[in-house]
């Protein structure tokens, strides 16, 4: 018999069903060993030695392995397939070897992307060592973490008191929420005036195009500046008529997004459903882990913490396979699609996030998913399927219209476009795909070049500029990935500890600094200001990544 250790006690109950009564699963519950919360716990005059201690909980997991594997045949690491799961691995063999309960029994890592029987045996089929440059990139992100912590975080409670606590992607974090309020705060309303004009064809058709230039000059957002203004050029244009320049049909095409990573689901699961960061991972982890459907036990979707944008090709072709029989031949491509990213570390380049199986519908599994979970599949599913259908192919169509009146003269432009022909919008539509959407459907009347139009109505309406808006945890999550800071991992546990500490709260789905916050904020850029550097931190992940990719030596980054 050998023992097999994963993370989740639902993941083991799901693992120990595929492999059968030679193997006992056990789990560890996450991680099993940690950096106390006191100084000295890292020890850079000792060469960064580290201290590390198990909790109650923990104690009693390991001893429970421990015993397990001192009477099996040989021990099976098959924690999650990322940095922290490899971490997990490395801490359980080395309390293992602690308590010599392995003598010359073998140890094999295996990792699955996905809890289905065939993924799961296959990777015990393909088992490896673990993989020590991972686990490397992890001590030192965790000595880094920690040594950070312990640098800013005393400090803090000295001169601030009521602050709890900083961190390396914490505190940079903040720092975007509080530079973005202070943008709010330091930001002029401007006035400005927009015109359009509501005109009809010769077949008696109405539309409207908008003001573009007047008097020869191109007209800019804010050029019309005062209801004076506008007055003037709209009493220019009561008295004006109107020919059209030029009718320009454009056909255009718009391709789908690749299936999602861990952050564009984040993204997308505040945006479409309002789930915050920490209740994705959370819905996501149990799809991840296995549900009963209708008597088999399967994980409905593959790994949710992954940066990679790329499908297995066994399931491109089965992605194919369903848009054929669900969508029809028509939006099928005729070659399979392909995606890349630019992954900041190729060993965690995982697979993107896609269903396990592309015919398990989401209609055909409503019934065993509660309701956050059946929004959750859904999402991922037509995510991934319109992965790899047809591009939308969509008509633009412009009109330049030339205003005359008497010796002045004026530009206007009436915008439409066609949807010919859905594509993946037949599955699916992101958010931004949402307002665009009606805009694609906003059809011009007939309209020939060089034909007179009459004057129905001509509308001057105010507006102000909108200073930008404060950070939802999507924009935010958004902008951390854009600057290279944190891990798809780390994102919602980051978010988390910000409004735990009461930093920021949110109010309406966007993230307020409180007061406390931007102390903390002012502060560590006056006295630490290295600490909360964008460059500084993003420079430090691409040398953890150097690390994982075997390139660089943990202690070196921490000197």
Known sequence: MDVVVVESPAKAKTINKYLGRNYKVLASFGHVRDLPAKDGSVRPDEDFSMSWSVDTASGKRLADIAKAVKDADGLILATDPDREGEAISWHVLEVLKQKRVLKDKPVSRVVFNAITKNSVLDAMANPRQIDVPLVDAYLARRALDYLV?????????????????????????????????????????????????????????????????????????????????????????????????????????????????????????????????????????????????????????????????????????????????????????????????????????????????????????????????????????????????????????????????????AGLRAVGSVIRFDGFIAAYTDHRDEDSEDEENRRLPEIRSGEQMAREAINATQHTTEPPPRYSEASLIKKLEELGIGRPSTYAATLKTLEDREYVVIDKRRLVPEAKGRLVTAFLESFFEKYVEYDFTASLEEKLDEISDGKLAWKDVLR
């Not at 912590?149 to 008191?161: A, E």
């Not at 005062?226 to 009561?238: C, H, T």
């Not at 072709?317 to 190729?346: C, H, M, Q, T, V």
């Open 149 to 409: 912590g312990f640098t800013l975080s005393p400090v803090l409670w000295r001169k601030l008191p009521g602050a709890r606590s900083a961190g390396r992607v914490q505190s940079v974090a903040l720092r975007l929420v509080c530079e973005r309020e202070s943008e709010i705060e330091r930001f002029v309303r401007e006035e400005y005036w927009q015109i359009a004009a509501i005109l009809g064809t010769p077949r008696k058709e109405s539309f409207e195009a908008r003001l573009t230039a007047y008097e020869g000059k191109k007209l800019q957002k804010l050029d019309i500046k005062n209801k004076e203004q506008a007055d003037g050029i709209k009493a220019m244009l009561d008295g004006a008529t109107f020919r059209a320049q030029s009718v320009e049909a454009k056909p255009t095409k718009r391709n789908p997004a690749p299936p999602f990573t861990t952050s564009t689901l984040q993204q997308a699961a505040s945006s479409r459903l309002g789930f915050s960061a920490n209740r994705t991972m959370q819905v996501a982890q149990k799809l991840y882990e296995g549900m009963d459907i209708g008597g088999e036990t399967a994980g409905l979707i593959t790994y949710m913490r992954t940066d990679g944008v790329q499908m297995a090709p066994e399931a491109i072709s089965a992605a194919r396979a369903a848009i054929g029989k669900e969508f029809g031949d028509k939006y099928l491509p005729e070659k399979p699609r392909y995606y890349s990213a630019k992954a900041k570390n190729a060993q965690e380049a995982h697979e993107a996030i896609r269903p396990t199986d592309f015919f398990r519908t989401p209609a055909s599994v409503r019934q065993y998913l509660d309701a956050d979970q059946f929004r959750l599949y859904d999402l991922v599913w037509k995510r991934a399927i319109a992965s790899q259908m047809n591009p939308a192919e969509i008509e633009r169509t412009t009109v330049e219209i030339e205003a005359v009146n008497g010796q002045r003269t």
